[in-house]
């Protein structure tokens, strides 16, 4: 670890290291954007490139570490806009609404995800076990009573499933930029509510 640059106080471990990297990426993002490079935030922190290679190994992996430090952020912003709604098909339809909103307004969580920068692995990680816990993280924010709803276990997994399918989908190919909101509401609604209601139908 350099014994100068970092504003004069170098960071006590490889922890604290990460976090303020972090922190001065957020900081750079808010002004540069899509642009942000490794080298815009060493010049934030007062580093060399090569000390923040040591803990990330590309702009798109720092991003994408910038993005998780910010998900539960997202995630609460998004608790708040689904709040009361107990019907399992809405839910995961507004959740859908909401996320893909979220995902196009957030500097951080959304960055990665935008036409400039989005990218087949990315795309790909949608499904792995980290997509799932975020989804999960949303399916488990909705006020709905799952279980009430005939829901079980494996139900739940192919709702999380569906929901990740869908914002795989929709950020591949978000379609007419022109359309409206509700008309998004309603492609997703005959899509992925229409599957969450024929589930609790038994379908």
């Known amino acids: ?14 922890a604290e290291a990460r976090s303020r990297i972090l922190a001065a990426t957020r900081t750079v ?5 899509a642009a942000t490079s490794i080298a815009d935030v060493a010049r ?25 430090d910010a998900v539960d952020a997202l995630l609460e912003r998004m608790a708040v806009q689904l709040r009361g709604i107990e019907a399992p098909d809405v839910a995961v339809v507004e959740g859908l609404v909401a996320v893909l909103e979220e995902l196009r307004r957030d500097d951080y969580v959304g960055l990665l995800l935008r036409a400039d920068r989005v990218s087949a692995p990315i795309v790909g990680e949608f499904t ?12 488990e924010r909705m006020d709905v009573d799952w279980a009430g709803r005939g829901y079980s276990d494996a139900g739940l997994e192919v709702v999380i499933e569906i929901v990740l399918r869908t914002l795989q989908s929709m950020v591949i190919d978000p379609g007419d930029p022109e359309r409206s ?23």
């Open 128 to 139: 792995s076990e980290i997509g799932r816990v975020f989804a999960r993280s949303i399916i």
């Open 44 to 68: 934030e922190l007062g580093v060399t490139r090569q000390t923040v290679y040591r803990y990330f190994g590309s702009t798109d992996e720092l991003l994408a570490a910038t993005a998780v």
């Open 1 to 14: 670890m350099r014994t100068h640059g970092w504003g004069g106080r170098v960071p006590v471990n490889d």
């Open 181 to 203: 909101v509700d008309d998004v509401r309603g492609f997703i609604d005959a899509w992925a509510g229409a599957a969450v209601r024929a589930m609790a139908a038994g379908g």
């Open 29 to 33: 993002i808010d002004t540069r954007g």
